[in-house]
């Protein structure tokens, strides 16, 4: 289980941090913020999301967890949400159909 972001909510979060410092609104010399949507995401819902919103079918195999991994990991955003105004917008399966239509272009521009 992970903590998925989409890359336009993390980099909102970064203009606001940036404006911020600008604005000298920072409350110490150097402010650390976690990003994220807050909520764990398994493989398996991001597989699902993926299928569902790109309407492709993945061919995948269910394997145990790798040695070390830890098992649930995700961020908690309060003191960004409280300190920046800021939260994660993006679901899970606008995540999964941007990340897609990307690798389309990908795919396309490599054409020429």
């Known amino acids: 289980m992970r903590d998925y972001i989409h890359v336009v909510d993390l ?5 606001i941090a940036v404006k911020r410092m600008l604005n000298n609104e920072c409350r110490e010399k ?3 913020f976690n990003l994220g949507t807050g909520n ?3 493989v398996m819902e991001v597989i699902e999301s993926f299928e569902r919103s790109t309407g492709v079918k993945l061919n995948y195999r269910v394997l145990g967890r790798r040695p070390g991994d830890v098992e649930k990991v995700w961020a908690d955003t309060s003191l960004a949400n409280r300190e920046l105004g800021w939260k994660a917008e993006k679901t899970l399966d606008e995540m999964t159909l941007s990340a897609w239509r990307w690798e ?3 795919k396309e521009r490599s054409k020429d």
């Open 30 to 32: 150097v402010e650390i």
């Open 40 to 42: 764990g995401n398994t």
């Open 104 to 106: 389309q272009a990908l």
């Open 11 to 15: 980099a909102m979060a970064h203009v």
